[in-house]
C-alpha cells in the first residue's frame, strides 16, 4: 500500500456520461498529481494541485476537470465522455511538489462502453 | 520536441544483467527518475538521480547519466523473473512542476 488511495478501482460507464475518480494523498503530502495512462499514449500527465491550487497543467482535455480540497484530497472530473477516455487513471501525490519523490496510487481502471 | 524516448520492449534471461535506455529533452531537467510498473498495479519509484551526478548505484540497480546526450540507463544485475515489469524513465523539467514520462520499457525475463 502506497498510501495514496484512489477510489473506485474500476469503473465502466456509457459515453456521454459524467465520471468523477477520487483521490486521497498520501498523508502529509501537499501536492496531487493526474496522470492518465493509454495503451496508445502511454503515461500522460493531466495536471498538478498544491495545497489546494493549480499549479500545472498538460495534456488534459476541457471535458476534464480537477480540484484539490481543502483537505487536500483531490477529483478528476470527466465529462462527455468518449471511446477513447478508456484508460488507467493514477493519482501521484508529493510532499511539496518540487521535485520531491512522487508516490502513485494504483490507479483507476476507466471503461468508457 | 516534448518526448522522453524509450524503446519498448527488452528481453534478458535470468542472471543476466539488463539495460534499459532513455533519452530526455530538457538539459534543465533537475531529477530524473526510474519507475516501474508491475501488472495491475500503479508506478513504483524504483530510483532517481540528480542532474548534477553521473552515476549512482543502489544495490542491484545502476543508473547512468550523460547530460550532454541526454542520455539516462538503468541497469539491473542479476535480473529475476521478479524484475518483469513495464519500467518508466521520467524527468521533472526545470524550472517547472511538470514531471515528463517516457512510454515505458516492457523487460521480460526469461527461466
Known amino acids: 500500500d502506497s498510501g495514496v488511495t484512489q477510489t473506485p478501482k474500476h469503473l465502466i460507464t456509457a459515453t456521454g456520461q459524467r465520471v468523477t475518480l477520487r483521490c486521497s494523498p498520501r498523508?502529509?503530502?501537499?501536492?496531487v498529481y493526474w496522470y492518465q495512462q493509454s495503451l496508445d499514449q502511454g503515461l500522460q500527465f493531466l495536471i498538478h494541485?498544491?495545497?489546494?491550487?493549480?499549479?500545472a497543467k498538460g495534456n488534459i482535455l476541457e471535458r476534464f476537470s480537477a480540484q484539490q480540497f481543502p483537505d487536500l484530497h483531490s477529483e478528476l472530473n470527466l465529462s462527455s465522455l468518449e471511446l477513447g477516455d478508456s484508460a488507467l487513471y493514477f493519482c501521484?501525490?508529493?510532499?511539496?511538489?518540487?521535485?520531491?519523490?512522487?508516490?502513485f496510487g494504483s490507479g483507476t481502471r476507466l471503461t468508457v462502453v | 520536441g516534448e518526448d522522453v524516448e524509450q524503446s519498448l520492449f527488452l528481453s534478458v534471461r535470468e542472471g543476466d544483467s539488463s539495460v534499459i535506455n532513455c533519452t530526455y529533452t530538457?538539459?534543465?531537467?533537475?531529477?530524473l527518475y526510474w519507475y516501474k510498473q508491475e501488472p495491475g498495479a500503479g508506478l513504483q519509484l524504483l530510483t532517481y538521480?540528480?542532474?548534477?551526478?553521473d552515476m549512482k548505484q543502489d544495490q542491484r540497480l545502476t543508473v547512468l547519466l550523460n547530460k550532454k546526450d541526454k542520455h539516462l540507463s538503468l541497469r539491473i544485475a542479476d535480473t529475476q523473473t521478479g524484475d518483469s515489469a513495464i519500467y518508466f524513465c521520467?524527468?521533472?523539467?526545470?524550472?517547472?512542476?511538470?514531471?515528463?514520462f517516457g512510454a515505458g520499457t516492457r523487460l521480460f525475463v526469461k527461466a
Open positions: 538521480i540528480f542532474s548534477n551526478m
Open positions: 498523508s502529509g503530502d501537499l501536492s
Open positions: 501521484a501525490s508529493s510532499v511539496l511538489g518540487q521535485g520531491d519523490e512522487v508516490t
Open positions: 530538457d538539459s534543465s531537467s533537475t531529477y
Open positions: 494541485y498544491y495545497n489546494g491550487e493549480e499549479r
Open positions: 521520467a524527468e521533472r523539467r526545470g524550472g517547472g512542476f511538470k514531471t515528463i
